[in-house]
């Protein structure tokens, strides 16, 4: 996943799902700046039945002074299937 946030937002999780099966979750990352090659491991090999999706966690800072400084840009996410 690609993403960049600015100085008042934080990722702090990334949970991926087959459908709504949870098939891992990465908790407390407190992600701030540019990631623009970051990977997230999905643990074993789980099938794919109906389709994923990416769910991301961002806090934003109380003290922003506007809220351009409380934006994240994601860039892009892809998923390689290894068999």
Known sequence: MSFRTRA???????????GEERIAEHMDLNMEGD??????????????????NITVG????REAPDVRSMQIEIVGAGIEFFT
């Open 35 to 52: 990631h623009l090659n970051s990977r997230f491991d999905i643990p074993g090999t789980p099938e794919v039945n109906q389709g994923i």
């Open 58 to 61: 961002v806090q934003f800072g």
């Open 8 to 18: 008042h937002a934080t990722v702090h999780e990334v949970i991926v799902y087959d």
